[in-house]
């Protein structure tokens, strides 16, 4: 247990469960984190969070994903400004939309239009759609245990959820190529789209890179079916490389989903797609009542600036690879096995012979307490607040994590 | 055709076509509207927008429906301003989140707790699936030509939809109760849920209130099967009574879904719900990347205090009052005659014999060019910052519209 001061959270917690069903909803609620963890902060700077008892700790998580500068970064502040300034939510959008409609197809090789929304899963789901309007087909193929969003067809829990709505998603394996073309033979000349995350960042397992044959035959045999090749990017996206996760490995999607790091902590979601299904992505019906305001648009043009300024991926690379040497010697010198994975930019730590996370739990309680955010079993965020100082401060505190955790 | 400077809208709707399918997604897209209507805006102030070439126009659409208390509110945006200063997208809400959970249980009587989400869709989504999880049925009732968002499920466009989408959605017609238990019927003991708009406002007809009778069986019905009765505020809410649309009429919904006018114009949407779906509630899977996020809810907060204090849905409905007997005096000066429906303050302005909407086309884009913008068939919305002023003044605005109306 925590000995810290925590009233004012304990007290916030207290009302919360009275207005809010458990307390609070989906993945921020801190009844899934350790003993310990804050459920209520007052502010964020950089790369720090401080609680509402006043806690400050070097956070790795990044609002889970969408902090890719820093909190409050100034430059996107000052674009929220001038924005705000002017106006927001109009009778139409700001001419801010076509600077960032430009940006994204400037930026993104595999992009030659967009459309923007609000959600995550705004954007998944209109891809699905997209591609079920570009086909005339129905089959979405994704794979076990990557996430696609908070919607009755993708959600990872069945609650409130009918047969219906999963009617027509099969499922692959990760990284398995037997399993995808198993999926695509099922789908019967029915086949959408391939719906595929950026890397496998499933909860509390390793996390994979896409092997470069898997993403290769992905792409065959999205072209051989006449299918949509769609990659998830919300929440890979602007943290591996701006013009997209894959293009390294050379394989281009025809339309991605974004969200998350678009516009530093701004609610803002986007689809990118090829030439090919323009025409669906005007077809569809899309629309939310916040789509066109103008103040997030301007925060993400900002935010995009920046990163390529300061080459973000790169920063934010360097900086995750200091992180993992460190925690690996870390751990070494507590004589902990631990298992670090997927891109330095998004590392997942787990702890050797700890499949009930106890280890992994006591490591983040007692780094927490020494002042760094870790989660025990989903993938971190840096951001490019992120410098040699704060990991360095991050590791000692992560000292006082391995201390406790071998203490077990 | 319009003759106005308008080579600055002209020229971003151009690079728009390059790089955003059609120009525009969604319901604010221009084209979907009479001739010389601008797509872009430049700013917003009270009930004034300026769109990019300079035309400034009293502005009833107000983001067809987020602007409550007008542009840009002092009030709003000062709340906005000190808690950006803070945080806004960190690891957890702020006390802003219960301080708003309580204002919304505080404020609407049917609400025993809530959840806070980005778009109407969100919410209207949620509360499908929460009646679904409550009730462990699948069948959800809802009026033909009743809009409840863009998803699957509900979007009034077919393309990319599959008939599974829609398997276990039935319809009825609004205010009529024959083909109400006609539905219930249909449902065959499977009933989760019926939702229902706050009341009737499908595009291009006459608006409808709901009759007490219909209300009231639609209450009865849920009753008797144990099933959800869903209010549907997303574009009513916080304008016709603050308490909850149909607080006049005496019925309560089991849960509410709402958005729009929530935050003045910034992004945020809730349901509400009674104590017996409080689990069902914490069950189902519901989150989004920025739904924690503490600057729209310091908005809404802002925002409903002010709408208290100024008891805004009665100004509105003074103002719609008398927007509505000038533009009834006009229409009458010009040998035209006009349907004007719906609550003052959501009005909607049909004119008589006008099946092709060619003299309601030339009425608005006459008015538009004389500062006024109309729409031609989708209801308007009145803002806390429309005034006496400026509601004459807008009047002026319907003369040029009706001398175009009537030379047609």
Request: proline fraction near 5%; include cysteine.
């Amino acid at each position: 247990m925590d000995d810290r001061p925590n009233s004012i959270d304990t007290a916030l917690r207290r009302r919360a469960a009275q207005v809010i069903p458990g307390g609070l909803w989906g993945h921020l609620d801190a009844a899934r984190l350790p003993a310990g963890y804050p459920q209520f902060f007052r502010s964020g700077e950089g790369c720090r969070l401080t609680d509402v008892d006043g806690h400050t700790v070097i956070d790795f998580m990044c609002s889970w994903g969408p902090i890719v500068l820093g909190h409050r970064h100034p430059a996107v502040e000052e674009a929220v400004a001038r924005q705000a300034a002017l106006g927001d939510a109009m009778n139409g959008p700001g001419e801010v939309l076509v600077e960032l409609a430009e940006a994204l197809v400037g930026l993104i090789p595999a992009a030659d239009w967009c459309l923007l929304q609000k959600n995550g899963t705004d954007a998944t789901t209109a891809c699905v759609t997209i591609a079920r309007a570009g086909t005339g087909r129905r089959k979405i193929l994704a794979a076990r245990g990557s996430y696609h969003g908070a919607a009755p067809w993708c959600s990872p829990s069945l609650v409130g959820v009918t047969a219906e709505d999963r009617a027509h998603i099969l499922h692959y394996e990760y990284n398995d190529i037997a399993s995808l073309e198993n999926a695509v033979d099922r789908a019967e000349g029915d086949l959408a789209g391939i719906l595929v995350a950026a890397f496998r960042h499933d909860l509390g397992r390793d996390q994979e890179m896409p092997t470069p044959a898997f993403a290769r035959r992905l792409r065959e045999l999205a072209d051989a079916a006449g299918a949509a090749l769609i990659l998830d990017e919300v929440r890979a996206g602007f943290r591996l490389d701006l013009g997209g996760s894959w293009e390294a490995l050379g394989v281009r999607p025809d339309l991605s989903a974004w969200s998350k790091a678009i516009a530093n902590g701004h609610a803002l979601a986007a689809v990118t797609g090829a030439e090919r299904f323009r025409e669906a992505a005007s077809a569809i019906f899309t629309t939310g009542s916040f789509w066109c305001a103008a103040v997030p648009m301007a925060a993400a043009l900002a935010t995009l600036a920046v990163l390529q300024r300061c080459d973000g991926p790169a920063h934010m690379q360097a900086m995750g690879g200091r992180l993992r040497a460190g925690l690996e010697a870390g751990a070494a010198r507590h004589g902990l096995v631990i298992r670090q994975s997927g891109p330095p930019q998004m590392p997942l730590v787990l702890l050797e012979g700890d499949a009930d996370f106890a280890r992994g739990n006591a490591f983040c309680a007692a780094a927490l307490r020494a002042g760094a955010y870790f989660h025990p079993k989903h993938n971190m965020f840096l951001s490019c607040a992120h410098g040699p100082t704060e990991i360095d401060e991050a590791l000692e505190a992560a000292e006082a994590g391995f201390a406790a955790a071998a203490r077990l």
